[in-house]
């Protein structure tokens, strides 16, 4: 889940360039699709598959925002290349295959109630030290953990 948030900021240092929007609703249906039907022959719920991941896809957008905002503002502080869209699509398809199969080994805490509440606030509070995340990835956890449990 971290890593999906980090590689937001590639996103929006490719989009600083090339100017396209944050939001890509055909690349985002895609991604909700896939994930149902790899949901269905994993043996989970497609309906929370594809809620955990349009809260990974929405959390990524948070990044994008705040960064493109803050290079907005601050041309100097923004990046001085971009990286291409496709390559980053491609690890961000590599992670999918990973979170599905987390997905699959959590599925149990999943629907455990409190019991996932607190794992959830356990390990956010955990990557977000490990990870020296700023107030801005640290809001993409929040919105990325909104449909683990
Ligand atoms: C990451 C991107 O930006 C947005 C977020 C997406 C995602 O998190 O997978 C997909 C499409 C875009 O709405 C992208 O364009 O690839």
Redesign the pocket.
């Known amino acids: 889940m971290i890593q ?1 948030i980090v ?2 900021d590639d ?1 929006a240092a490719s ?1 600083y360039f090339s100017g ?1 929007p ?4 055909v ?2 249906q895609q ?1 909700l699709d896939s994930v149902r039907q790899s949901a269905v022959q994993l043996g989970i719920d497609p309906d929370s598959t594809a809620a955990f991941f349009q809260a ?2 929405d ?3 948070v990044v ?1 925002r705040g960064l493109l905002a803050y290079w907005a503002a601050h041309p100097d502080k923004a990046p001085t290349s971009g990286p291409d ?1 496709n390559v ?2 491609e690890k ?1 398809d590599a992670l999918t295959t990973q979170l599905l199969a987390e997905l699959v080994r959590v599925d149990h805490l999943r629907q455990s109630g409190l019991r996932c509440d607190i794992s959830l606030v356990v390990s956010a509070a955990t990557a977000e030290i490990r990870h020296h995340l700023d107030a801005l990835h640290r809001q993409a956890v929040r919105t990325a953990s909104a449909t683990v449990c």
């Open positions: 999906r590689i937001g996103v989009k396209k944050v939001d890509d609703p690349r985002e991604i990974q896809i959390a990524s957008k994008q869209l980053i699509r961000l």
